[in-house]
Structures are given as structure tokens and as C-alpha cells.
């Protein structure tokens, strides 16, 4: 039995290496996972092109073919009470040719209910589907769902910022939450693997492109400050400004929250910043971007329940916790740099590069005293940095008298992890994990206009990972049952491929369709975690490997966009077979690969604006995630819904003094996380609705937003016992909640 125990322990410190509350609470140790490696950076163009990014984003939603709404203003923050461009699809050329495209803008984001860009994301994208611990306000470390992945989506969606990976090496996820939304110009969801050649690895369910705002082409001098307060004491002021002056310009935008969250110990203080410095001529743009982000979040676990024993916390202590001593912080840097020089008409060069640094501390006590004991304590030292250079050539011309558009790079990337695990701060650690991982890409995509019509797009990229992993263990640190990991140096070479074409029936109808490839290779974490560390006949220690195969994927989909007037629609079919998709055995505490899987469904979503004051949308999505080989086969992937629908409406009640927004959100049931069997009873289907009031008074606006009106008493995250049937581990996620804010521009 002190064999099994010890390999938990070894689990627990294997999986609470993060701020990430998914990699932090036992009860939910082999949840949300983030992805392997650092891509793609910002692509510097002149003010007068919107596209910053490799790719320009296609579909419903497309703000690259026509201006920006009026409704922004004049200090680059959208207009508080104004009506908005919200969701206006137009069907639109370049970018990535047959990928299925929603772009959220800045007018989306301002009239929406909610406060966290996770409920953002999935009211806006069809499919798109989210696992919430916390809820409320703020939803800190809420995970995007693209395409079925359940308990691993935050290691198959690649997120973005300016085309810069904020996924890195280590398990943790990406939390959309640390993003000031006032930065926020658009966001781009790139659905299926498309992505890949681009962006490289990870990139299976989709990418979420987050471009900001950098005050280029704003008035000399602009400002926006915000404040606000709200349920659980919630608190939180942003301020935004930039100055203009000849070529240069340069902009700020900030934001602090603090709450206390809607369970017991669970208090969130986050304070980010991001800093802009731009040159803009007509041969020549450079950028420096230097961002910063502080992030203190307490840990409250699961509320269990287990009928056989007659003990339901849901029901008993919903608000409660089961740790009250954990935590989770987080301090983040970074700064990138680069400049596009044009060489010859329609040939731009693109170098910029970066470095990016993150610290993490995170503790965990299974014992109601937090101090440190053999088998209840783990404490977690991290420091991870990542170098990265990523030159490029953008050469747009005719070919044998078609016009062609090509890009063609390299990727450079080199990242360092440094990790101290022991019984608790200040303690000499049991391990000390070193592993760096380099990483060298070469890639094109080409776009051919074959016909007046008609585009077709394709490209490949291959890339080498190489890697280097060694724990040095020390068997006489305090507390200590571990044993320690092999030694592993790895070399891997992996592909995309990506071949898409659009076909323009009339004004009104397009078809679109694709085929690619992708890969996602294992984290830094899976690694340390890829046991098995213990033998299930005879309980005897196994040292970890570090050995995880690469996770595979081919999908292929069809569809076709509708505009006609204030009609706009996209609606999509996908097939996507994986092999080597990447599991945690709750079992014998380790991480393999599995049997193969398979992803299908359709994506459909619809926006209608009725007249200039009335705009009307709706999606919804029919997605499957099931095993297609192995004793599984047949069964569901769990925490995925089979079906997602949303709606919402903004209607500019008066001049823009009076605005109302409302959004709806409705999931299906769900299998919990670890019931692979599908024999536990699933997590409850559900839905909500959110409401929110604005106006603006010449340069003053305020807002005032009531989310989960109906009051529904919810969970959209659970984990199934391992050894006793009904018992499980739920996350209840707050009822009706609300928040007033008020504001000027200047």
C-alpha cells in the first residue's frame, strides 16, 4: 500500500507542477492540459492593412475586406453604448483557403455580457465549448474547448497573441483571463488543423489569434479609463492610452482585478500590462511589445459526492472547500521586436524576435494542517524561458498571369524549464527537473487565384524537436518516497500539410473546403509524468522515462457561406482521426498514448441584422468525440458535449444612450472526466443567460451586466472515482451574478 501511495505522491507532484488549477488539484490531476512548444510572432504591416498576422483570417465575421466599424472611437476602445459590427460575417478571400473562420472584433467584446474571453469565445464560435472551475466575474484559468478534445483541449487549441504562442513547453494552460480585454482589436478562430503549416505544433483543434491593438494611426493623444465592482467583491479598473507623434507612436493598456471568488478559498488578484513603441514609414515598420502579468490565485478543490456512503457536498456545501491551504501564483515577462522592410514591389522581408520568461509557485496539502508531512504535501518551483527568431518572406505577385500570394519562413524557438518539487517551501526538493527543448521549422503556404472565382491553397512545414531531460534527485530530501527519472535526449522530425480551395458561386454563395495534417508533440510535464511508476502486480517502484510518442491528426471538412443583404451565414462538415492522442491512467498514475480517436460533427452559425439598430445571431454545432479502436470503441470522449447552441441580440435602444446586449448558451450533457468506460452518471446538460445594459454620454459610458439570469446551479467540470461507483468530484460554478462599470474616454 506505501508503494501505491508513494506513486500518488509522485503523481500529485508530477501533476501539480503549474499554476495551472487543472495540473494542481488532485481530484482533477490529468485535466486540461496546455500545449508542447512557443510559435508564430506578430507580423508588422502599415496602418492601412488590418492583417498583423501570418494568416488572414476568412469567414463569417471577416473584418479584412471592408473598414472599421464607426462605432469605434477615437481612442481605439470601442464605443461603450454603441450598436456595433458585432458578428457581421463577410465571406471574404485570403488567409487560410477552406479553414471554417469566425472573427470576433473589438464591438463583439464590448457589447458582450460576460467579462471573460473564455464565454466570449464560446457564445461566439459555434462548437466552440468550455470547462469552468470558478465561474463569475472573472472565470480565472476557464478552458476553450475547440472541436471535442474534453480534458486535453488546452493541448490541441493553439491560442495566440499578435501570432505569439502563449502556450508553452510545461502543462500549464493558457489563461485567458491574464489579456486585458480593452488590448483586444479582434480575435481570429481559425477551426481544425489547418493552422498547423503556419503555426506549427499543437495546432489540431484550432487556433485562437488574439490581435491587439498598438495605437498606430490613433489621434496624438487618446485615453480610456475604466472602473468597476460586482458580485463575490469583485473589483477591477483598466486604463488604456496612446501618443502619436510623426512615425512613431506608442500605446499602454492595463488592467487590475481582484475577488473573492464564489467559492471558499478561492480569491483572484491579477494585474497585466502591455506596452507598445511603433515606427511607421512607407518602406519600413518596426515594434518593440513588452508585456507583464502578476497572478495570485487560491486553489478551493472539488465538493464530492458519493451516494454510498450518503455524502453529497453539492447539496451540503456548495460554496465550501476541500483545501483550504492551496494556491496557485504566477509572474509572467516578455518582449518581442521585429520589423518588415520592403525589398521590391509586392516583396516584404518580416524578422522579429522575442524572449519570454515565466515563474511559478504553487503548493498543495492533502492534510487540514498546511505544513509539510510525508505522502499530504507537494510544493512546486518553476522557471520557465523561451528565445525565439522568426524570420520570413511575404511575396505577393502574379504567376504565369494568376495572381499569387506566398509566405515562406523559419522557426526558431528554444526553451529552457527548470523545476523544484519537495514537501514544502524552502525544503530541499526531491527532484529538480532540467529540460530544454529546441525547436526548427521551415514552412511555405501558397494561394493561387486559378480562376476569377476561385482559390486554392496549399503548404507544408517540417519541424525538429530536439530534447534534453534529467532530473537530478536527491533521496535524502525531507519526506521523501520518491525514486528518480531516466535520462532522455530525443531528436524528432514531424510534418504538416495543408490543401484548401474556395469557390465563389455568385455574390451570395461560397464553397469552401480542405484537407491537412497535424501533430502535437508531449509537454514537458506528460514527460515527467510518463511512468508507469509503480508495477500494478507487485507495487514495486519504476523509474518515469520521459517517453511519450507524438500525437497525430488528419481531418478533412466542407462547407459553404451565405451572404445576401443583413443574411450572413457559415455552416461546415469535419471528419478528424487521431492516432497517439496523449491520456493520463487515473490507475496506475502515469500518461500514455492511447487507442485511436475520431472527431466529427457540423458548425453552423447565422447573424441577421434586421436594421441599423437591431442585429440578430445564433450557432450551434453536433459534435462527436469517440474512441474508434481499442476496448473503448464505440464510447465518448469525456467532458465533451455532443450538443452546443448559443444566441444573442443587441439592440441600440436609443442613440446609443440605451443598448441592450443579451446572449444565451445551452450544452448538452457530458461524460465526467476519467469515465472512459461511460459507466458513471454524466455531468448534467444546462444553459444560461446573460443580460447586459449600456450607454455612453459624449466621452462618458457605463455598463451594467447581470450574468446566469435564470439562477441555474451548475457544473460543466467533474471527475469520476476510479474505484467506487457514483462517487465523484464536481466544480459548482456560481448562480446569478452581476457587475457595474463606468468609464471616460479622453
Do not use: C
Not at 512557443?38 to 498583423?52: A, C, K, M, S, Y
Amino acid at each position: 500500500m506505501s508503494r501505491i501511495v508513494s506513486a500518488a505522491r509522485r503523481l500529485s507532484a508530477g501533476l501539480f507542477a503549474t499554476t495551472s488549477l487543472y495540473s494542481l488539484d488532485p481530484s482533477i490531476a490529468r485535466a486540461q492540459q496546455a500545449v508542447a512548444e512557443q510559435l508564430p510572432p506578430i507580423e508588422v504591416t502599415r496602418p492601412d492593412d488590418p492583417n498583423r498576422t501570418r494568416a488572414r483570417a476568412t469567414g463569417d465575421g471577416d473584418t479584412t475586406s471592408r473598414r472599421a466599424p464607426a462605432n469605434v472611437a477615437r481612442s481605439g476602445a470601442p464605443a461603450a453604448g454603441s450598436s456595433g459590427a458585432a458578428s457581421e460575417a463577410v465571406a471574404g478571400n485570403g488567409g487560410i483557403v477552406g479553414a471554417a473562420t469566425t472573427v470576433i472584433t473589438a464591438a463583439d467584446i464590448a457589447h458582450a455580457p460576460s467579462q471573460t474571453l473564455a464565454e466570449i469565445i464560446a457564445v461566439q464560435v459555434p462548437g466552440a465549448q468550455i470547462t469552468t472551475l470558478y465561474g463569475g466575474p472573472v472565470a480565472a484559468k476557464t478552458g476553450v474547448d475547440l472541436r471535442g478534445f474534453g480534458a486535453f483541449a488546452t493541448a490541441n487549441t493553439l491560442v495566440l497573441v499578435n501570432g505569439r504562442r502563449l502556450n508553452d513547453i510545461d502543462m500549464a494552460q493558457v489563461d485567458l483571463s491574464t489579456i486585458p480585454l480593452n488590448s483586444i482589436e479582434r480575435i481570429e478562430v481559425t477551426r481544425g488543423n489547418s493552422g498547423a503549416v503556419l503555426y506549427g505544433d499543437n495546432a489540431v483543434g484550432g487556433v485562437i489569434n488574439i490581435v491587439t491593438r498598438n495605437g498606430v494611426g490613433a489621434p496624438p493623444v487618446a485615453a480610456r479609463i475604466e472602473a468597476g465592482f460586482g458580485s463575490f467583491n469583485t473589483r477591477l479598473a483598466n486604463v488604456s492610452t496612446s501618443l502619436n507623434s510623426g512615425p512613431w507612436s506608442t500605446s499602454f493598456y492595463g488592467n487590475a482585478v481582484s475577488t473573492d471568488g464564489y467559492r471558499d478559498n478561492n480569491r483572484y488578484v491579477q494585474k497585466n500590462g502591455v506596452g507598445n513603441l511603433n515606427y511607421t514609414t512607407s518602406g519600413l515598420t518596426a515594434f518593440l511589445t513588452v508585456t507583464g502579468d502578476d497572478q495570485e490565485l487560491r486553489l478551493p478543490g472539488g465538493r464530492t459526492v458519493d451516494p454510498s456512503i450518503g455524502l453529497d457536498e453539492l447539496a451540503t456545501a456548495r460554496r465550501g472547500t476541500s483545501t483550504p491551504f492551496n494556491y496557485a501564483n504566477q509572474q509572467g515577462f516578455s518582449a518581442t521586436a521585429g520589423f518588415t522592410k520592403t525589398l521590391v514591389n509586392g516583396v516584404d522581408l518580416i524578422v522579429d524576435g522575442g524572449v519570454r520568461d515565466k515563474k511559478q509557485q504553487s503548493a498543495f496539502f492533502a492534510s487540514p494542517i498546511p505544513v509539510p508531512a510525508l505522502f499530504t504535501s507537494t510544493y512546486v518551483g518553476a522557471d520557465l524561458t523561451t528565445w525565439s527568431i522568426t524570420p520570413r518572406l511575404s511575396v505577393k505577385s502574379l504567376l504565369l498571369g494568376l495572381p499569387s500570394q506566398l509566405l515562406t519562413g523559419i522557426d526558431y524557438y528554444d526553451a529552457s524549464f527548470r523545476q523544484n518539487r519537495g514537501a514544502g517551501q524552502g525544503l530541499a526538493p526531491w527532484h529538480t527537473y532540467d529540460l530544454r527543448q529546441q525547436t526548427v521549422a521551415g514552412y511555405f503556404q501558397h494561394t493561387l487565384g486559378v480562376a476569377p472565382a476561385t482559390d486554392v491553397s496549399y503548404g507544408a512545414r517540417v519541424q525538429t524537436i530536439s530534447l534534453s531531460a534529467r532530473d537530478k534527485f536527491d533521496p535524502a530530501a525531507p519526506f521523501n518516497a520518491d525514486i528518480g527519472a531516466l535520462p532522455l535526449s530525443s531528436n524528432e522530425t514531424q510534418y504538416a500539410l495543408h490543401l484548401g480551395a474556395e469557390h465563389r458561386l455568385n455574390d451570395t454563395v461560397s464553397l469552401f473546403g480542405r484537407a491537412a495534417r497535424a501533430f502535437r508533440t508531449p509537454d514537458v510535464d506528460e514527460r515527467v509524468s510518463s511512468g508507469p511508476s509503480f508495477d500494478p502486480f507487485t507495487f514495486a517502484a519504476i523509474p518515469q522515462t520521459f517517453q511519450l510518442k507524438t500525437q497525430t491528426s488528419q481531418d478533412a471538412e466542407g462547407g459553404l457561406r451565405i451572404k445576401a443583404g443583413g443574411l450572413q451565414l457559415q455552416s461546415s462538415l469535419y471528419l478528424m482521426d487521431l492516432s497517439n492522442e496523449i491520456h493520463f491512467n487515473p490507475i496506475l498514475f502515469y500518461n500514455t498514448n492511447l487507442d485511436p480517436t475520431r472527431r466529427y460533427g457540423s458548425e453552423t452559425s447565422l447573424s441577421y441584422r434586421v436594421n441599423d439598430t437591431l442585429l440578430l445571431r445564433s450557432g450551434m454545432a453536433v459534435t462527436r468525440a469517440v474512441f474508434r479502436e481499442g476496448v473503448w470503441t464505440g464510447n465518448d470522449v469525456p467532458l465533451v458535449s455532443r450538443y452546443t447552441a448559443s444566441a444573442g441580440v443587441t439592440w441600440n435602444i436609443w442613440q446609443n444612450y440605451v443598448v441592450l446586449d443579451a446572449t444565451a448558451r445551452f450544452w448538452s450533457e457530458r461524460r465526467m472526466d476519467n469515465d472512459q468506460a461511460g459507466t458513471q452518471k454524466p455531468i448534467p446538460a444546462n444553459g444560461t443567460i446573460d443580460l447586459k445594459l449600456s450607454g455612453r454620454v459624449e466621452r462618458y459610458f457605463w455598463s451594467l451586466s447581470v450574468n446566469n439570469v435564470l439562477n441555474a446551479l451548475y457544473y460543466d467540470y467533474a471527475i469520476a472515482s476510479t474505484f467506487t461507483d457514483g462517487r465523484f468530484s464536481a466544480y459548482p460554478l456560481p448562480g446569478r451574478t452581476w457587475l457595474l462599470k463606468a468609464g471616460a474616454t479622453f
